[in-house]
């Protein structure tokens, strides 16, 4: 069935360095994909999405990347900062159908 | 603007009960989606509600159900408890359709229900 893969399931990336994030997805159909940043014990957050016909999206220090032909899509975040700390969630989804969710990555942004 | 809210924030129950958990949205959103969060599975997605229709399901047994009023309100029911559906219950809603759509979302603080 569809799955969506994510790794590391933990990053420890020094403050100020670039972290990223994969995820790679099953089924060719999926044609949207969301990231999300959940705190600890705060709700999840969509921090950035990008769409099958996109192959890069940027906001501000996080941008993501998408190679549908490969079938993975990666989060970027340049200059971590303390606050990035949290667990991100990456998503893929088919129109109409269901969204399946990544196991996560735990980043821990260190001083 | 106020944001989702949730009811009840924490619940207990004992297996072979049901449960009714109500999310209401931003105001003038449509869409109402529903997800199970826990340590092991993590975040999976339960069934989004438009206009007051089921849009699409996850892989969830027929003992999770759910709803939508006129108003967008929804409510997520669960019969015939399991231990195993102790969970936090995260709903979520966005103005258009989410999945397929790429709405922004704005999640609720969740439910957290615990089977005994």
């Known amino acids: 069935g569809e799955n969506v893969e994510q790794h590391p399931s933990t990053l420890s990336v020094q403050e100020g360095d670039s972290a990223v994030i994969k995820c790679t997805y099953s089924d060719s159909a999926s044609n949207y994909f969301p990231w999300y940043k959940q705190e600890l014990g705060k709700r999840p957050q969509l921090i950035i999405d990008i769409r099958s016909n996109v192959g890069e999206k940027k906001d501000q220090r996080i941008a993501v990347t998408l190679n549908k032909t490969a079938k993975h899509f990666s989060l970027h975040i340049t200059e971590t900062q303390p606050e990035d700390s949290a667990v991100y969630f990456c998503a893929a989804s088919i129109s109409n159908d269901k969204i399946i969710f990544g196991k996560g990555t735990r980043l821990h942004i260190l001083p | 603007k106020a944001g989702v809210t949730q009811t009840p924030r924490y619940l207990i129950k004992t297996r072979g009960q049901q449960v009714t958990l109500s999310c209401s949205p931003i105001s003038g959103h449509r869409s109402v989606s529903w997800y199970q969060q826990t340590p092991g599975q993590g975040l999976q997605f339960l069934f989004e509600y438009f206009s007051e229709t089921q849009r699409n399901k996850g892989n969830f047994p027929g003992r999770f159900s759910g709803r939508q009023f006129s108003n967008s309100r929804s409510e997520m029911n669960v019969s015939t408890l399991e231990l195993g559906d102790s969970a936090l219950y995260l709903c979520?809603?966005?103005?258009?359709?989410?999945?397929?759509?790429?709405?922004?979302?704005?999640f609720g603080p969740g439910t957290r229900l615990l089977v005994l």
């Open positions: 979520a809603s966005s103005l258009f359709f989410l999945v397929g759509g790429g709405e922004t979302q704005y």
